[in-house]
Structures are given as C-alpha cells and as structure tokens.
C-alpha cells in the first residue's frame, strides 16, 4: 500500500515536498517512482529511483528542479520540488515495482502498485 501526501497550494518559484509512505513489502526490493496527470492530459512520468537509491531519472521538464530520494529505513519516497512553475500543477502518484535490479523506470506500465494521489497546485 502507498500513501502519498505533503500536496497543496504554492506560488511559482516556491519549493515543496511530496512524502509516499509504503507499507505491506520489503519496501528496498521496490524501484520507486512519482508520476503526475494534469487536467485533461495523460499521466507522465516524472521522476524514478531505483531500489538503493543510487540510480535516479528525471523527466526532461523537472530536471535540475525537482530531486527524488528515499529512505529505506522508513519506508518512504520523497520528492523535493524546487522553483515550481505553472505547469507542475497537477495529481502527483508514486508508484512501486519490484525488480531485481538496480536500474528505474519511466514507463507507467512498468509499475504495478500505485498510490492514491495528491493534488498540488502552483499559482503564477
């Protein structure tokens, strides 16, 4: 089970942090990743990490703003959002896949557990 949340209102150029909790598996044996679906647009891939952490991967619009980590300790994938335009504003999901490598993934259909979402909103 993934619970998403830190989702909310924030003005253009501010920073926030979206947490996803994971509970029920061995959380480090998960490539982790945070996805976003805007109004009226399909979901896109946003950021992934793999099951260490050392492998990151970045959509092309959040690089160099945006930056995933985790914790596998606490079960839980954040992602820092840094200089947020207009254009972020939309449901944010984090996802799961296992995988016995260290690589990440882009694809939504490379993920197989999804959480609930969480609205952000950035204002111009």
């Known amino acids: 089970q993934l619970q998403a949340s830190g989702g909310g209102l924030v003005q253009a150029g501010g920073s926030l942090r979206l947490s996803c909790a994971a509970s029920?598996?061995?959380?480090?044996?998960?490539?982790m990743g945070w996805f976003r679906q805007a109004p009226g647009k399909e979901r896109e891939f946003v950021a992934s990490?793999?099951?260490?952490?050392?492998?990151?991967d970045y959509a092309d619009s959040v690089k160099g703003r945006f930056t995933i980590s985790r914790d596998n300790a606490k079960n839980t994938v954040y992602l820092q959002m840094h200089n947020m335009k207009p254009e972020d504003t939309a449901v944010y999901y984090c996802?799961?896949?296992?995988?016995?490598?260290?690589?990440?993934?882009?694809?939504?259909?490379?993920?197989?557990?999804w959480g609930q979402g969480t609205e952000l909103t950035v204002s111009s």
């Open positions: 996802a799961a896949q296992f995988s016995f490598s260290s690589f990440t993934e882009v694809h939504t259909t490379s993920y197989s557990h």
């Open positions: 029920g598996r061995t959380f480090s044996n998960y490539i």
């Open positions: 990490i793999g099951r260490s952490g050392r492998s990151t």
